[in-house]
Nanobody, 122 residues
């Protein structure tokens, strides 16, 4: 059973930064796309960013482009989401999820982590 384990969330002031981590398997990083989602209080699930198989292509939601960076560390089998210039509207529970395809955003994900809370507030 694959596990995706997120960490790195917390409370940060507007304009601040956080780096989220998602521990996964090497198989996932090498053969499948993997991405980040978020869910704000009272709102639906929102796709944030995705990395394709092997990490050669990155994808971002328009509102995150330029502020968030998705990356991976092969040695640690870990996916990251560096979040800069955070805004109160970025407050949400952030999840990583494994795609069922290798090439990028497909809308189909089969494994999810438990989530890590990000709160942006002064």
């Amino acid at each position: 059973q694959l596990q995706l384990v997120e960490s790195g969330g917390g409370l940060v002031q507007p304009g601040g930064s956080l780096r989220l981590s998602c521990a996964t398997s090497r198989f996932t990083l090498d053969y499948l796309a993997i991405g980040w989602f978020r869910q704000a209080p009272g709102k639906g699930l929102e796709w944030v960013s995705e990395l394709n198989r092997g990490g050669s292509s990155t994808y971002y939601a328009d509102s995150m482009e330029g502020r968030f960076t998705i990356s991976r560390d092969n040695a640690k089998n870990t996916l990251y989401l560096q979040m800069n210039s955070l805004k109160p509207e970025d407050t949400a529970l952030y999840y990583c999820a494994r795609a069922t395809t290798s090439w990028g955003p497909s809308g189909e994900y089969d494994y999810w982590g438990q989530g890590t809370q990000v709160t942006v507030s002064s």
